[in-house]
């Protein structure tokens, strides 16, 4: 793992997510190493082009001072946290800097929504219980830990996402579910119960997104497959580069099993 300090000249980016008008990535890169993150677009931008994904990540280690310059004159507006990293993977542990970021926001009290695959957001629910408005959700696209093991090697357990959701949910934070990417013939084996443990550990609603193949991720999702799940590659390939109605088809079940549950549920695609 790469890890550098870096010093930076803005945190706070308008954000083009609708309903969040800024969008705040505590670090360049992440240690989660997530096979089908498309996220790996940063690299052209940051000069990582030369290395793999998850293993590089730079410590904006001034991004909360100069955030406390920005929200001085920026128009208050619902800030996601964070759109290309995770804020709560592990190096947060030491640096604190989404904390630091956290203790700025507080000031002006702007809406803040988190998304992220790490227990360690529990940390901060101090901080978090005083905000008017905080949103908090975690990534989940499987109960099957074996097959989060080898999509995304060093993000949370899926246990320990359940366990916090359901911490947060007894402090009295929103929390929300987000089932994104689906993986084809894997995702789908524990939809049902994944939407009931969802809403039994107090989500107020789920988010869902279908797999999708951007910015050089499928070489790395071909490898997990071919390495663990030989028999499903060409069903992927059926499924992503033909004119297939499996995302559809299975719209319509979470669709169905959201509406048995009495769970609100949205799609990014």
Not at 1 to 26: C, D, F, H, Q, T
Not at 40 to 67: C, Q, S
Not at 236 to 257: A, C, G, P, Q, W
Request: aromatic share 12%; hydrophobic share 35%; glycine share 4%.
């Amino acid at each position: 793992m790469k890890i550098k300090e870096i010093m930076v000249k803005s945190v706070l980016s308008r954000s083009r997510i609708y309903g969040v008008s800024y969008a705040i990535n505590p670090y360049v890169g992440c240690a989660h190493g997530c096979v089908y993150c498309y996220a790996r677009f940063m690299k052209r931008y940051t000069g990582h082009e030369k290395d793999r994904w998850g293993e590089f990540v730079d410590i904006k280690i001034n991004a909360p001072t100069v955030l406390a310059k920005e929200t001085k004159k920026a128009r208050p507006g619902p800030i996601l946290i964070s759109s290309v990293t995770d804020a709560y993977q592990f190096l947060e542990k030491k640096y604190e800097i989404t904390r630091r970021i956290l203790e700025v926001l507080t000031r002006r009290n702007f809406p803040i929504l988190i998304l992220t695959k790490s227990s360690l957001v529990i940390r901060d629910i101090d901080l978090l219980k005083k905000f008017e408005h905080c949103e908090v959700g975690f990534t989940i696209i499987t109960l099957d830990d074996t097959v989060r093991e080898k999509f995304e090697p060093k993000a949370s357990p899926i246990k320990e996402r359940l366990e916090a959701l359901w911490e947060l949910h007894q402090e009295g934070i929103l929390t929300y579910g987000f089932i994104g990417p689906l993986l084809p013939y894997l995702s789908d084996e524990t939809i049902e119960d994944l939407i009931v443990k969802l809403k039994e550990v107090g989500c107020s609603s789920i988010m869902v997104d279908r797999l999708n193949i951007k910015y050089g991720n499928w070489k790395s999702i071909k490898e997990t497959l071919q390495k663990n799940y030989p028999k499903l590659l060409k069903k992927y390939e059926e499924v992503l580069f033909s004119r297939s109605d499996y995302f559809e088809k299975l719209r319509h079940k979470i669709i169905n099993i959201a509406k048995k549950y009495g769970i609100d549920v949205d799609f990014c695609y």
